[in-house]
C-alpha cells in the first residue's frame, strides 16, 4: 500500500513564525502536491513537483514556498505565518499526472495565531 | 461556470436506500475522472475512476455522460459507513493536475 506521511497531525505557531511542513511518500511516486482544504472552499492546490529539484505553483502559491530535495520528500514552507494561513494542509503523491490516483497524508491542522 | 461543480448537501438516507450525486464540469476536453471519499476530519482516499461506458463496484455505480458534461455516482444499499463527503474530481485541461469538487455530504442514518 502506498503511504503518505505528514510530519505532524496539529501544529500551533505564531504570527511571523517560519512553519515547515514534510511530507514522505514510500512509493517512488514522482509527482508530489500540497493542497490546502478549508470549510466551502474545499481542496486548492498550493505547489505541485513533479521530479527532483522541481517545482510549480498551483492555484494559491502566495506566501508559501516549496522543496524538494529527494524523491520521496515534498516539504512546504509558511514563510511567514499569518492567521489567514490557518488551515488543514494536506500532501498527495502520484505516479503519472494527470490521470494517476492520487494519494493522500493524513494531513497537519495548522493554526496561526 | 465553475470547473467542477457539486450540490453539498447533506443528503439525508435511511440505511438500505438508493442515493446518486451528479457533478457537472465545465471543459468537454477533460479525459479523466474519479470520485474519492473523504470522511470527517480524515484525507481523501480514491473511492472509484469513472470510465467511458460507466463501472461499477459493489454497490457503488459510476456514470460519465460526456454530451451534458456530468458525472454520477449511484450507492444502492446505503450502509452507515456510507456516510462521508464524496468529492467529483477532473483532470485539468492543460495542466496535469487535478480539480476536485467541494464535495457532496452523505449522511445515512439507522
Known amino acids: 500500500d502506498v503511504k503518505v506521511t505528514q510530519s505532524s497531525r496539529y501544529l500551533v505557531k505564531r504570527t511571523g513564525e517560519k512553519v515547515f511542513l514534510e511530507c514522505v511518500q514510500d512509493m517512488d511516486h514522482e509527482n508530489m502536491f500540497w493542497y490546502r482544504q478549508d470549510p466551502g472552499l474545499g481542496l486548492r492546490l498550493i505547489y505541485f513537483s513533479y521530479d527532483v529539484k522541481m517545482k510549480e505553483k498551483g492555484d494559491i502559491p502566495e506566501g508559501y514556498s516549496v522543496s524538494r530535495e529527494k524523491k520521496e520528500r515534498f516539504s512546504l514552507i509558511l514563510e511567514s505565518a499569518s492567521t489567514n494561513q490557518t488551515s488543514m494542509y494536506l500532501c498527495?503523491?502520484?505516479?503519472?499526472?494527470?490521470?494517476?490516483?492520487?494519494?493522500f497524508g493524513p494531513g497537519t491542522r495548522l493554526t496561526v495565531l | 461556470r465553475k470547473e467542477v461543480e457539486q450540490d453539498p448537501g447533506p443528503f439525508n438516507v435511511p440505511e438500505g436506500a438508493t442515493v446518486a450525486f451528479n457533478c457537472t464540469y465545465s471543459?468537454?476536453?477533460?479525459?479523466?475522472f474519479f470520485w474519492y471519499r473523504q470522511d470527517c476530519r480524515k484525507e481523501p482516499k480514491l473511492l472509484m475512476s469513472?470510465?467511458?461506458s460507466g463501472n461499477e463496484d459493489g454497490r457503488f455505480t459510476a456514470q460519465l455522460n460526456r454530451a451534458s458534461q456530468y458525472i454520477s455516482l449511484l450507492i444502492r444499499d446505503s450502509k452507515l459507513s456510507d456516510s462521508a463527503t464524496y468529492l467529483c474530481?477532473?483532470?485539468?485541461?492543460?495542466?496535469?493536475?487535478?480539480?476536485f469538487g467541494k464535495g457532496t455530504m452523505l449522511l445515512v442514518s439507522p
Open positions: 471543459n468537454s476536453a477533460s479525459q479523466s
Open positions: 498527495a503523491s502520484s505516479l503519472q499526472p494527470p490521470a494517476d490516483t492520487q494519494y
Open positions: 469513472v470510465y467511458s
Open positions: 474530481v477532473v483532470n485539468r485541461v492543460g495542466y496535469s493536475t487535478l480539480t
